[in-house]
């Protein structure tokens, strides 16, 4: 027996919106019945080459019965009153990153999830990316070792967001791959930076965390740099990982390392450098985008709920907030509480 496609509205057809609708409109068990904007030449475009319904007002979906999920890709400002609605109105709901504007909304969102039996996934499509996955299963079989810093660069020029600084624009993807990676919370953040073209919109920002295993990250972010760079290190006790999104190669081995031995007499310090091979792993072709948009649609089926994916979601937005404070306040330190760690999100 085939069952009827999932019947789903887009809302939100700017930067990101197209690709999640070009996605969910090649897959054969889901129907978009619905797109949303309030750009009327962006409807009548992807409303032609989709046929589809146009809309630019959100109650239209709301209203619709049959409607059985809303995807949201607006700005974050918007995103707690538009999926709150979503989930009230009992569809399941898939938001763009970051979840939400403050951990409260994000709370809040997930209550109304679990409270209605939703689904509620958060788009942190680097999670399904199989670099990103590679390096969780070296670091879930130890290969590297103990973990001694990750340091990462995402840094381009622009694009320039108006109502948000790049600590909520490019944060998420590098956040989310640390807590998905090192499965624990941060027990401090500091970060500095500067608004250097919009006064109050701070385009770069050089973002410390701390975590209990001792581990120390430093994520440097940027809309202003001569070149785009996706590029993060991990360094281990036996070997060391360079994920770079931008290259041919996105993964790259080292087995290099340091060892020190305890010194037999007082002056003596011993330290010898090992040098190994350097490996390229094969990886999957998996376009993450489409391996997300499995999850949620798997999930309306009511087989996961997918709200574990977006606890993962709202200490994102944890970090950033605290992030946000440190910068505002020049640096400072901001300690976050150990009563939640970060989920065990596969």
């Given at each position: 027996?085939?069952?009827?496609?999932?019947?789903?509205?887009?809302?939100?057809?700017?930067?990101?919106?197209?690709?999640?609708?070009?996605?969910?409109?090649?897959?054969?068990?889901?129907?978009?019945?619905?797109?949303?904007?309030?750009?009327?030449?962006?409807?009548?475009?992807?409303?032609?080459?989709?046929?589809?319904?146009?809309?630019?007002?959100?109650?239209?979906?709301?209203?619709?019965?049959?409607?059985?999920?809303?995807?949201?890709?607006?700005?974050?400002?918007?995103?707690?009153?538009?999926?709150?609605?979503?989930?009230?109105?009992?569809?399941?709901?898939?938001?763009?990153?970051?979840?939400?504007?403050?951990a409260a909304e994000a709370s809040a969102l997930l209550k109304l999830a679990r409270d209605n039996g939703l689904s509620l996934m958060c788009g942190h499509t680097f999670l399904y990316s199989p670099p990103v996955r590679a390096v969780r299963a070296m670091l879930e079989r130890?290969?590297?070792?103990?973990?001694?810093?990750?340091?990462?660069?995402?840094?381009?020029?622009?694009?320039?967001?108006?109502?948000?600084?790049?600590?909520?624009?490019?944060?998420?993807?590098?956040?989310?791959?640390?807590?998905?990676?090192?499965?624990?919370?941060?027990?401090?953040?500091?970060?500095?930076?500067?608004?250097?073209?919009?006064?109050?919109?701070?385009?770069?920002?050089?973002?410390?965390?701390?975590?209990?295993?001792?581990?120390?990250?430093?994520?440097?972010?940027?809309?202003?740099?001569?070149?785009?760079?996706?590029?993060?290190?991990?360094?281990?006790?036996?070997?060391?990982?360079?994920?770079?999104?931008?290259?041919?190669?996105?993964?790259?081995?080292?087995?290099?390392?340091?060892?020190?031995?305890?010194?037999?007499?007082?002056?003596?310090?011993?330290?010898?450098?090992?040098?190994?091979?350097?490996?390229?792993?094969?990886?999957?072709?998996?376009?993450?985008?489409?391996?997300?948009?499995?999850?949620?649609?798997?999930?309306?089926?009511?087989?996961?709920?997918?709200?574990?994916?977006?606890?993962?979601?709202?200490?994102?937005?944890?970090?950033?907030?605290?992030?946000?404070?440190?910068?505002?306040?020049?640096?400072?330190?901001?300690?976050?509480?150990?009563?939640?760690?970060?989920?065990?999100?596969?």
């Amino acid at each position: 027996m085939i069952n009827d496609p999932h019947r789903l509205g887009v809302v939100g057809l700017g930067y990101w919106g197209p690709n999640l609708l070009r996605v969910l409109a090649d897959r054969s068990d889901t129907d978009v019945v619905w797109i949303c904007d309030q750009d009327q030449t962006r409807l009548d475009i992807f409303a032609r080459r989709y046929r589809t319904t146009a809309t630019s007002c959100y109650s239209d979906l709301i209203n619709d019965e049959s409607l059985d999920g809303i995807v949201i890709a607006t700005p974050v400002f918007t995103h707690y009153e538009l999926a709150a609605q979503a989930l009230e109105a009992g569809k399941h709901t898939f938001v763009e990153k970051p979840l939400a504007s403050s951990a409260a909304e994000a709370s809040a969102l997930l209550k109304l999830a679990r409270d209605n039996g939703l689904s509620l996934m958060c788009g942190h499509t680097f999670l399904y990316s199989p670099p990103v996955r590679a390096v969780r299963a070296m670091l879930e079989r130890k290969e590297l070792g103990e973990v001694y810093f990750i340091s990462s660069s995402r840094v381009n020029l622009g694009l320039h967001q108006r109502d948000v600084s790049v600590i909520w624009d490019l944060g998420p993807h590098d956040f989310s791959i640390l807590l998905y990676w090192l499965g624990e919370m941060p027990t401090s953040v500091r970060a500095t930076g500067r608004a250097s073209i919009v006064p109050g919109i701070a385009d770069v920002a050089f973002v410390t965390l701390i975590f209990p295993s001792g581990v120390v990250a430093n994520v440097e972010l940027s809309w202003l740099a001569p070149s785009k760079l996706r590029r993060t290190v991990v360094v281990g006790s036996q070997q060391m990982v360079v994920y770079d999104d931008t290259s041919a190669e996105p993964l790259r081995v080292y087995d290099q390392g340091v060892v020190y031995r305890d010194p037999e007499t007082f002056g003596e310090y011993h330290l010898s450098y090992r040098t190994g091979d350097v490996v390229s792993p094969k990886l999957p072709s998996t376009e993450p985008l489409a391996a997300e948009m499995h999850d949620f649609v798997s999930s309306l089926d009511g087989r996961d709920p997918q709200t574990s994916q977006a606890d993962l979601a709202r200490e994102v937005v944890r970090i950033i907030e605290a992030a946000d404070r440190s910068l505002g306040e020049g640096g400072t330190e901001q300690v976050l509480q150990a009563d939640r760690v970060a989920i065990n999100y596969t």
